[in-house]
């Protein structure tokens, strides 16, 4: 069993910056492949990003591409996103997964654990 907490989630100025971070519970963080989607009012959620078990292999959906950077320290049990230059479009609710195996990295309906999300909005 794997508990995630997200936090970091606040109201920024478009083009400002936010990092969300995503505690696990469980000493078999390492293990897990972690991605972040988020849900806008009215719109199914999406993926965002995602990293391997080491940190070496990172997705991005093509809207955050070479805005958002996420990372993970295993020693801490913590993914972070850092998200810049925000804007508008970007406002929803960000949540943390974790999956142990997964084919299609973007396939929500794979991932075994969710945390509660963490509100980002971003003010135009």
């Known amino acids: 069993q794997v508990q995630l907490q997200e936090s970091g989630g606040g109201l920024v100025q478009a083009g400002g910056s936010l990092r969300l971070s995503c505690a696990a519970s469980g000493r078999t963080f390492s293990s897990y492949v972690m991605a972040w989607f988020r849900q806008a009012p009215g719109k199914e959620r999406e993926f965002v990003s995602a990293i391997n078990w080491s940190g070496d292999s990172t997705w991005y959906a093509d809207s955050v591409k070479g805005r958002f950077t996420i990372s993970r320290d295993n020693a801490k049990n913590t993914v972070y996103l850092q998200m810049n230059s925000l804007k508008p479009e970007d406002t929803a609710v960000y949540y943390c997964?974790?999956?142990?195996?997964?084919?299609?990295?973007?396939?929500?309906?794979?991932?075994?654990?969710w945390g509660q999300g963490t509100q980002v909005t971003v003010s135009s």
């Open positions: 997964a974790a999956v142990r195996r997964i084919v299609v990295i973007t396939d929500r309906g794979r991932y075994e654990y």
